[in-house]
């Protein structure tokens, strides 16, 4: 899971079923701003927390359509490079409190082809 897609794998009866979530979650680069009137103040203010509080929605959405995607479980593991797993353990643990699985964490993972994916999952189940 990153922040551009989330690739569910699932187990069942030996086997294992790959659904791709593309996320909405923008990229931005903060931009310019103003600048202050004091000497050797900052010379660009930028407002950060509107482009913030948007990717907190876009994020909110994204991990909406990931739990949409997830069977009923009892196991979760999720995995990727980056940040994004742990905001969607969090997610999970204060706004989804019906989700309550047996055992969940999160790994950090380096990114990873569909098959390595799956033969990670199938590996981590053993």
């Keep these: 899971m990153d922040k551009r897609e989330a690739k569910i794998i699932t187990t069942e009866n030996g086997g294992q079923l790959l659904k791709v979530v593309s996320s909405d979650v923008e990229e931005f680069k903060s931009k310019g701003g103003s600048g202050t009137r004091l000497k050797g103040g900052p010379q660009d203010v930028v407002h950060d927390s509107k482009y913030l509080e948007r990717e907190k929605h876009q994020y909110r959405n994204y991990f909406s359509e990931v739990i949409k995607q997830i069977p009923d479980f009892h196991r979760l593991v999720i995995f990727g490079p980056a940040q994004t797993g742990q905001k969607f353990f969090e997610e999970i643990k204060n ?30 189940y053993r």
């Design 95 to 124: 706004n989804f409190k019906y989700l309550k699985p047996d055992k969940m964490e999160v790994k950090t993972a380096d990114s990873m082809t569909d098959n390595q994916m799956i033969a990670w999952v199938r590996d981590y």
